[in-house]
């Protein structure tokens, strides 16, 4: 799509500086930018490389300013670069209808205008959405509804019985609605107990590639609206997680956890079961939890604690071996002065 710089600016809510007519027709970093293209730059390090490159336009801080490059001034450059890339790349579109190589259940009720991908099967009594698209070997289960606009993409896995909202998307090998980690020692061997529950994931959520979410042994472990999760992450059943949190690469959620709204789990953060985690919670990367943690808490470290604690407890932590150094001459000191008084 071509667009000139002032359409760009009124599409991402900015003002130009510069020649406003300036031909913009894609999103480039600066060292590779052309002509055509619109960069961005969110400090002055970032613009005097945008200034030295060929783009069109720079999507810059409020305040700033250039004798080179016309200037598409914005509040947040990061938000204004999110808004201005579907512009120039805008979603893909897929054909409705559905793929000869596709079973769909007779009871499926499918939107004329989804698209229904090679390989997909679709099972008894579900629900397809306008425009959801799936991409390519998707099993949707028996009873499942999937709200529209959404994009399953190749090889996802949806077990009966899930709630999928609207403008969900699942990548590629996401599973959501398997078994709950359920079992109870019975005369010396596990006995499973029957995940009999499902899984509901409101609008607006985006889960990462292999990622899986568990099906609840009674009731329903929950999405909340507009969360995001990465790639590798595990939610257990009977979680539920609140409006808009972002779950970080290889994050885990054990069974019967609520987080609040907003909530961050960073990388490889661990969350034990049946606590309650607050809104605007941040869990840092690698943070191992095991109770309970108040709203607009950020927690750090294994047991997680308060962040400003934790990185006492690390910097003391780092002081140990002088410590100990400094105990063992003060121990031999002692000795010696006991050797000399006998």
Known sequence: MELTA???ADRVGGEVVGDGSVLLTGFAPADSAGPGDLTFAENEAYLNRAEESAAGAVLAPQGFSSRRKTLIRVANPRVAFARALPLFL???DYPPGIHPSAVVASTAVVDPTASIGPHCVVGERAHIGARTALLGGNHVGADCRIGDDCRLFPNVVVYPQVQIGHRVRLHAGVVIGADGFGYVLDQGQHRKVP???N???????????????????LGSTIIGRGTKIDNLVMVAHNVVVGEHCLLISQSGIAGSTRLGNYCILAGQAGVAGHLKIGNKVTCAAQSGVMRDIPDNTCVLG??????REAKRQFVAIQQLPDLIRRVRELEKELAQRKQAQA
Not at 302 to 307: L, Y
């Open 6 to 8: 002032l359409q760009v």
């Open 90 to 92: 805008p979603p893909e």
């Open 195 to 197: 995940q009999i529950g």
């Open 199 to 217: 899984v509901i994931i409101e609008d607006d959520v985006e889960i990462g590639a292999n990622s899986t979410v568990d099906r609840a042994a």
């Open 302 to 307: 294994s047991p997680a604690v308060p962040d």
